[in-house]
T-cell receptor
Framework: DSGVTQTPKHLITATGQRVTLRCSPR?????VYWYQQSLDQGLQFLIQ???????AKGNILERFSAQQFPDLHSELNLSSLELGDSALYFC?????????????FGPGTRLTVT | GQNIDQPTEMTATEGAIVQINCTYQ??????LFWYQQHAGEAPTFLSY????GLEEKGRFSSFLSRSKGYSYLLLKELQMKDSASYLC??????????????FGGGTRVLVKP
């Protein structure tokens, strides 16, 4: 158990819908990361927040958005869902934002879009 | 751009040694990580290399050569529970002090009795 929690564990929804994934980092960690893992794409970095501010951005679609709240939990919002958005979404956290701080991954949310 | 290559799959026998290679081409380099991931589970941290050389941690060792853009993960005394995917990840160019990792596609290791 990494100490990172994610809810829900599973989510099944229809195309065109909007969902919110939630992540609570390990106690004391200030930085949160979101990753998408699909069978054909591997683990893809989406976005990073540090102490409430966006720090780095990866291949995140415009239909997706995220934020980190003052209590440091984070939410990833996915809208106008498409079949191709079906994937495992991982949240990770690290103590700081910089070099060398290992990232601890949560158990993931499995999203199925039908 | 970032490009990280590792073999798709490897098979080894229980008790043996397996070496998983990773080559990378990235804009900048600020560290290489290895993660283990069992099917459907979260990746778990194994090792971190930022300087050339070998880092040993129990049955697992990781090597880095920055000039060659090359790393390997060595798994010794293989156990059945080591059957998993092993992900190589590189932190490239630092932009605004971010900690973005780029992952390779992962190497699925199957340990046979």
């Amino acid at each position: 158990d990494s100490g990172v929690t994610q809810t829900p564990k599973h989510l099944i929804t229809a195309t065109g819908q909007r969902v919110t994934l939630r992540c609570s980092p390990r106690s004391g960690d200030l930085s949160v990361y979101w990753y998408q893992q699909s069978l054909d794409q591997g683990l893809q970095f989406l976005i990073q927040y540090y102490n409430g501010e966006e720090r780095a951005k990866g291949n995140i679609l415009e239909r997706f958005s995220a934020q980190q709240f003052p209590d440091l939990h984070s939410e990833l919002n996915l809208s106008s869902l498409e079949l191709g958005d079906s994937a495992l979404y991982f949240c990770a956290s690290s103590l700081r934002a910089g070099v060398g701080y290992e990232q601890y991954f949560g158990p993931g949310t499995r999203l199925t879009v039908t | 751009g970032q490009n990280i290559d590792q073999p798709t799959e490897m098979t080894a026998t229980e008790g043996a040694i397996v070496q998983i290679n990773c080559t990378y081409q990235t804009s900048g380099f600020n560290g290489l990580f290895w993660y283990q991931q069992h099917a459907g589970e979260a990746p778990t941290f194994l090792s971190y290399n930022v300087l050339d050389g070998l880092e040993e941690k129990g049955r697992f060792s990781s090597f880095l050569s920055r000039s060659k853009g090359y790393s390997y993960l060595l798994l010794k005394e293989l156990q059945m529970k080591d059957s998993a995917s092993y992900l190589c990840a590189v932190r490239g160019e630092i932009k605004a002090a971010g900690n973005k990792l780029t992952f390779g596609g992962g190497t699925r290791v199957l340990v046979k009795p």
